[in-house]
């Protein structure tokens, strides 16, 4: 395979959602033919018609990258070289790997794999899932044989959705290939786009491990804070005081305590432990993490309901309005968001809430959590929740939509605190 002119090889990008469509749109401005799959039809022709509903890329340049070809046809994918597999690795009801999308997307990309093709990941999932779970569905499906007859690369994703600033071409690439010489291709591919650098790491497996750890290494820095939070909630100190005070020191990290949900870091986690586990180890430090993380959600709907009770609110029938639902802020992404588990308590408590997001998707809400949006505000209510800090809600007149001595709680320190009864 040497002497291989990338930019004549037509590169398959399989998964056009928060990672794919980004990347597919780099190539594409650096004059590589691509073919943008989905399985999904409508994201496909919306593509087509120039909207993007992540909001990550814009209409001006769907339009303005025409060597790409969206499509829901796989038989359009026949004339690839290389295949770029960015599907979502979810976990399942049992907090499982889920590896159906990626399982799926391999047995997609063996039935039209060719000799000295290149099938590269980019999912997220636990060291040694790229050749001992997804190679094998490939040589089964395509009666080929891997790293003779073709050959694979991780390259693990590292977008931030809703972040304008960090972008695929100045995010450095950490890329992998299964033997040297594929290594070397495939990190000379995303050097292409990729204009801060990149990183070649010696193997596939060292790849997937720096992408798991690196939220894993977040989820545990948040869940420190989210613990001091309820220690310090314990002796009424505010703890963004605190952690604003201890960040005058130049080596603290400046992590704040929250709802940790999102399709990376409330979930790369169990893909570590899983691994594991497997192995026979116990992880011990990132199981707490990931349980004080996923209990936040009750305990702030808890301190939620201990504040209406002593300021003499009603709470069974109470009206509460919680602004924002999506995962993180200025972004319409709504996956594994943890404001749910705010709502699901408030309502054990016979809590009446409504939702107002401007971002989010009403048909996706609906869809996924089975809660329906409010168009606007209608006050006057008894509890104010802010759990997620959109700029819209800077506009808001929060004061005005409460009753007299509404609770104002501000999860995400987002408010300014004269205006808030208390904040996480």
Not at 209 to 236: G, H, P, W
């Amino acid at each position: 395979m040497n002497n291989i002119d990338l930019k004549e090889k037509k590169i398959a990008i399989i998964g056009l959602g928060y990672v794919g469509l980004p990347l597919a749109i780099e190539f594409g401005k650096n004059d590589f033919d691509i073919i943008g799959y989905d399985i999904n039809p409508t994201r496909v022709e919306d593509l087509n018609k120039g909207f993007d509903h992540t909001n990550e890329v814009s209409g001006e340049d769907l339009e303005k990258v025409n060597s790409i070809i969206y499509t829901s046809n796989e038989k359009d994918l026949v004339s690839a070289n290389i295949y770029i597999i960015t599907v979502p690795t979810p976990i399942d009801s049992f907090k499982q790997p889920d590896l159906t999308p990626i399982k799926s997307a391999s047995e997609l990309v063996g039935k039209y794999l060719k000799r000295n093709d290149i099938v590269i990941y980019e999912s997220t999932v636990f060291p040694g899932c790229t050749e001992e779970i997804c190679v094998p569905v490939l040589e089964n499906v395509s009666d080929l044989i891997f790293n003779k007859d073709f050959f694979c690369g991780y390259s693990p994703e590292r977008i931030n959705p809703g972040d304008k600033v960090r972008r695929v071409h100045n995010i450095v690439k950490v890329t992998s290939g299964s033997n040297d010489e594929i290594a070397q291709l495939v990190d000379e591919l995303y050097s292409l786009i990729v204009t801060v650098g990149t990183h070649k790491a010696s193997s596939i497996k060292v790849a997937e491990a720096a992408k798991i750890i690196e939220n894993t290494q977040r989820d545990l820095n948040i869940s420190f804070v989210n613990e001091l939070a309820l220690i310090f909630d314990r002796m009424d100190i505010d703890t963004l005081e605190v952690l604003e005070a201890a960040g005058t020191k130049w080596n603290f990290l400046p992590f704040r305590p929250g709802l940790v949900g999102g399709h990376c870091i409330g979930v790369d986690p169990f893909y570590l432990t899983h691994k594991a586990e497997s192995l026979g180890y116990h992880p011990q430090v990132i199981l707490s993490g990931r349980k004080i993380n996923d209990e936040m959600g009750v305990h702030i709907a808890n301190k939620i309901v201990k504040l209406m009770v002593k300021e003499g609110h009603k709470v069974k029938d109470a009206r509460a309005l919680l602004l924002g639902i999506t995962f993180k802020e200025n972004c319409p992404d709504i996956r594994n968001s943890k404001v749910i588990d705010v709502i699901n308590e408030l309502r054990e408590f016979g809590i009446d809430v409504e939702v107002f997001d401007p971002h989010a998707n009403s048909v996706d809400v609906q869809k996924e959590y089975k809660i329906n949006l409010i168009e606007k505000p209608t006050g006057l209510y008894d509890t104010i929740i802010l759990a997620v800090g959109h700029n819209e809600f800077l506009d808001l007149d929060i004061k005005g939509l409460g009753e007299t001595n509404a609770i104002i709680y501000d999860i995400k320190s987002f408010l300014p605190k004269e205006l808030i009864t208390d904040r996480l």
